[in-house]
């Protein structure tokens, strides 16, 4: 997987690497949201309350964007995600 893959997955660009549809990875970009929104909203289901609906996607698409998440393990999130929002806060 190249650079620019990830960067589109993550929402860092919307320029289709070549040798991928758009159509099919908006599907690998909907999917990396979904796996990280449901574990961190599992770990922060208080914050997700709160924010709602339009508030807690435009923060996850925020982290997935920024982060500097690099495993591949959605059970690492947590962690990453308070780090994230320090950096933010700061």
Known sequence: MSAAFYDFV???SDDVPAGYTAAGLRV????VYLGASQMIEA???AVREQLGDDAW??????YIRQSEW???YYGD??????????????
Do not use: C, N, Q, V
Not at 28 to 31: E, Q, T
Not at 57 to 62: C, F, G, N, S, V
């Open 10 to 12: 993550r929402g860092r």
């Open 43 to 45: 770990h922060f289901p």
């Open 77 to 90: 999130l947590k962690d990453d995600f308070l780090a994230y929002l320090a950096r933010e806060s700061a």
């Open 70 to 72: 690099t495993s591949p």
């Open 28 to 31: 690998y970009r909907h999917l």
């Open 57 to 62: 996607r435009t923060l996850i698409e925020a």
